[in-house]
């Protein structure tokens, strides 16, 4: 795609955007019919922040502004801002694209950091913004590329990096189809940091500047937990579990791999000399009603995550019901497998797992986190199956074989220590834009 043509793509798509806003702002007040909190939130997404969202006085130091998509996204933004405290900064601005997001956000942020809905993707909307903020410094979490808002910042002036970037093989093909307008919204990054090489070839070939492009590491799991032991004692007290219970979490799983996976707990439970306990995490909470009803066919007892509780008996399934949980759940388990990897749907972040020096267990079907793969297998703190069975009998030999699985653990805690690199990686680059920008 020629610059011209780049050019002509990116004024139909703001035009389009701007000539829907009066529909949308004709359509705002019923909403407030289908529920406030839902017409709040609109609010939010055309910029209508309340009073009290503002940028701090002048003197009050480097405001600085993280963009992230949802959930996942978050606990990039969490580490970067808080080595970015250490550093003597205390402004910050996130903003989100979903509701879930949000609200995961000012539960784990506890107000040390203002929480918004990002403006619809529309100039004027992301101008109100920046007017209302004030940023030094905008902050791109992984690779939030859109049109208007990327644009809109470079066109004020203001300092831009991108963390933690990654484009998949399957992203990438469909970025190449507008390369020009790619080059156009990268070029505005004075710094980005990306996860692998892999990683920085694509962004290159898109037509971000070379010299702009870093290879980094993954900084999502970066930094160390604080009490590991603590974390994991607190979730199987909220689990109501006995110390002696052996845990089998399954997270993030898709549509198709509890079915794969009902053997292998059968088989570990048979294994086992003390309670086995399995926590299923889908990825997606729509299918809640699909495995109530799977499990109920095979006539095995479930527990949703909500209604656990210290004092409370649960059943030896639990189901968790709800989002952001997973992250820290995982603390609890022994045996923890991350799911979307037996089926073919790109893997999830195994680095969730290695973050509370346990190790992880995945399926064959990774195509979307091979830098993880990379890391954790050569360490000896992660294991590949390529089925089903082979899951069970690795998981039957770690739990027989005691020193084995201790040795994996150690393994997945010097992981974990390594992996800091990464975020003071990431952190220089952005350091190092907002001392450009003065």
């Not at 009066?22 to 209508?48: K, S």
């Not at 399995?278 to 095995?300: M, S, T, Y």
Request: glycine share 8%; with cysteine; charged share 25%.
């Amino acid at each position: 795609m020629s610059g011209k043509a780049a050019k002509v793509l990116y004024r139909l798509y703001t035009l389009l955007g701007t000539g829907c806003l009066p529909v949308v702002y004709l359509l705002a007040p019923l909403a407030n019919l289908v529920g406030g909190r839902f017409f709040h939130r609109l609010n939010e997404r055309l910029a209508r922040y309340p009073l009290e969202v503002s940028g701090p006085p002048v003197d009050a130091g480097k405001r600085i502004w993280l963009h992230a998509a949802s959930v996942g996204e978050i606990q990039v933004a969490a580490n970067i801002i808080a080595e970015l405290e250490l550093h003597g900064l205390s402004q910050f601005f996130l903003t989100v694209m979903t509701e879930q997001g949000r609200l995961v956000a000012e539960k784990k942020f506890a107000g040390r950091v203002t929480c918004l809905m990002a403006p619809l993707d529309i100039p004027c909307l992301v101008r109100r913004l920046i007017a209302r903020i004030r940023p030094d410094i905008f902050i791109c979490v992984e690779t939030e590329l859109w049109p208007a808002l990327l644009d809109t910042v470079r066109l004020a002036g203001i300092g831009m990096a991108l963390v933690n970037g990654r484009i998949s093989s399957r992203s990438f093909c469909r970025y190449r189809r507008i390369s020009g307008l790619m080059q156009r919204l990268l070029s505005g990054f004075q710094a980005i940091v990306v996860i692998r090489f892999d990683d920085r070839e694509r962004f290159v070939a898109l037509g971000a500047p070379r010299e702009r492009v870093r290879v980094g590491g993954n900084c999502k799991y970066s930094a160390a937990p604080d009490d590991r032991a603590g974390m994991r004692d607190r979730c199987r007290k909220r689990l109501n579990l006995d110390p002696a219970d052996r845990v089998f979490i399954t997270g993030s799983t898709r549509s198709g791999e509890e079915e794969l996976l009902l053997p292998v707990y059968q088989r570990l439970r048979l294994a086992s000399d003390k309670r086995l306990v399995w926590i299923v995490a889908p990825r997606h909470l729509q299918r809640l009603g699909d495995l109530q009803d799977f499990f109920g066919k095979n006539e095995l007892p479930v527990t949703l995550f909500s209604e656990c509780a210290p004092g409370r008996p649960s059943t030896d399934i639990i189901l968790v019901d709800c989002m952001g949980e997973l992250a820290d759940l995982y603390a609890a388990g022994d045996f923890n497998f991350c799911g979307g990897s037996l089926v073919d749907k790109g893997g999830h972040n195994i680095m969730e797992v290695v973050h509370w020096g346990l190790p992880v267990y995945f399926g064959p079907f990774m195509q979307d986190f091979l830098d993880a793969v990379d890391m954790v297998i050569p360490a000896g703190a992660g294991f590949q199956v390529k089925n089903s069975d082979e899951l069970a009998s690795i998981l039957i030999r770690h739990l027989h074989e005691k020193k084995e699985y201790d040795r994996a653990c150690r393994a997945a805690v010097a992981l974990g220590r390594h992996q800091n690199q990464a975020l003071r990686v990431q952190v220089e680059a952005v350091c190092r834009v907002l001392n450009e920008k003065g």
